[in-house]
């Protein structure tokens, strides 16, 4: 386990409510790094955070963590006894520890009032946690009880093309969509190309349509008329330049993240509040509802030594109550979709 802040008398320091961080971003963007910087920095100021690395395939951390997936589940083990590739190994592993996320909520309740920051870095291929029932699982529990912000991770010295800094801002758009948390986009690598055009192309609308004065291609006019739509997403976005390498830009991110707390406090809690009653109120229907099988009197839970989660019991299962919820809803929503659709057909 990690330490906490402690005031000089070795009393741990009472911080209020922690912010989460869910740092997301395409690979190699430069996600790792940055969490090794803020945790560098952040240590420096004697305000250690609680990490936790959800990426099942990471070979080597070089940043001091307090929970990590790979101490729950074997990823390879897991590729091996499923028989699936690198990218279905990462998203069981990372369903298989959606199931024990409860416990990960346990330890980060107590631990709340020592720290000031939960920095989660997440797996390289973004979809696994964005498009996931077990992503959304993790960002909801998190989000329904601390103060969550998204950091968006991007390649500033991949961006400069405005088409391609279009298709980057519609993914970071989507996952907003996704997230439903406060959003702040970190152009990182700062140290090889300057973020400015960035500012400019999302803050002034005749700049990003004179970047693409030269292209007449089909995707410079959709990305023209793109930038249109994109106008509100731009209005309330906080984009901070940033080098994880360097360290250049730290305390602006770090006063967007006080700034996204806010904002969750203001804009975004009174939904989670919402969200986590009903889940309260379904998990104690599903209580009185439900008898124990035979399997469950005398299963005896298997036990995973982990650094990070004590005593946390190995899990074989592959799929989570809540798992099967959202799958339901998704099935449901996709019955009315072709209901509709049959009902709105010409009759032949
Ligand atoms: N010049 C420069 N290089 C950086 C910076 N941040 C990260 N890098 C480099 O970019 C590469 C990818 O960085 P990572 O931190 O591993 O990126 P990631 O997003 O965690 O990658 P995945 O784990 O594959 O998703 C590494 O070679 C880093 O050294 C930066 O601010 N400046």
Same mark, same amino acid.
């Given at each position: ?38 945790? *560098? ?53 990372? !369903? ?84 439903? %948390? ?5 152009? !990182? ?22 970047? %693409? ?61 919402? %969200? ?17 099988? !035979?399997?469950?009197?005398? *299963? ?11 005593? *946390? ?10 798992? *099967? ?24």
């Amino acid at each position: 386990m990690g330490e906490s802040s402690t005031a000089s008398d070795g009393e741990p320091i009472q911080h209020g409510q922690p912010t989460v961080l869910i740092v997301l971003g395409m690979a190699g963007s430069g996600k790792t790094t940055l969490v090794q910087r803020l945790t *560098a920095h952040l240590h420096s100021k004697q305000l250690p955070p609680y990490v936790i690395n959800l990426d099942p395939a990471v070979s080597e951390l070089p940043f001091p963590v307090n929970i990590d997936i790979q101490d729950t589940v074997n990823y390879k083990e897991v590729m091996k006894q499923y028989g699936l590739g690198p990218n279905g190994g990462i998203m069981t592993s990372l !369903n298989l520890f959606a199931t024990k996320f409860d416990q990960v909520m346990n330890l980060l309740q107590k631990r709340s009032a020592e720290v000031k920051n939960i920095v989660i870095d997440t797996p390289g291929q973004i979809e696994v946690f964005t498009w996931s029932a077990s992503g959304a699982i993790i960002t909801e529990s998190l989000a329904s009880t601390f103060p969550t912000v998204v950091i968006y991770v991007m390649d500033t010295a991949r961006s400069t093309n405005p088409v391609t800094f279009m298709s980057n801002m519609l993914y970071a758009c989507s996952i907003l969509y996704k997230t439903k %948390l406060p959003f702040i986009v970190v152009m !990182n690598k700062t140290d090889i190309v300057d973020h400015s055009f960035a500012v400019e192309w999302t803050t002034d609308f005749t700049a990003f349509q004179d970047a %693409l004065n030269a292209d007449t291609s089909y995707m410079s006019n959709l990305s023209r008329s793109m930038s249109l739509v994109l106008d509100e997403f731009y209005n309330t976005l906080k984009l901070v330049g940033f080098s994880a390498v360097t360290g250049a830009g730290t305390d602006d991110l770090l006063k967007a993240v006080e700034e996204a707390h806010e904002e969750y406090v203001k804009e975004y809690k009174p939904e989670y509040d919402k %969200l986590r009653e009903r889940r309260i109120k379904e998990m104690k229907k599903k209580e009185q509802g439900k008898l124990p099988t !035979n399997a469950e009197l005398v *299963a005896e839970p298997g036990i995973v030594v982990t650094r990070g989660i004590d005593g *946390a019991g190995e899990d074989t299962s592959d799929s989570s109550d809540a798992d *099967a919820d959202n799958e339901d809803a998704e099935e449901d929503s996709f019955m009315r979709f072709l209901d509709a659709k049959k009902a709105s057909a010409p009759k032949t």
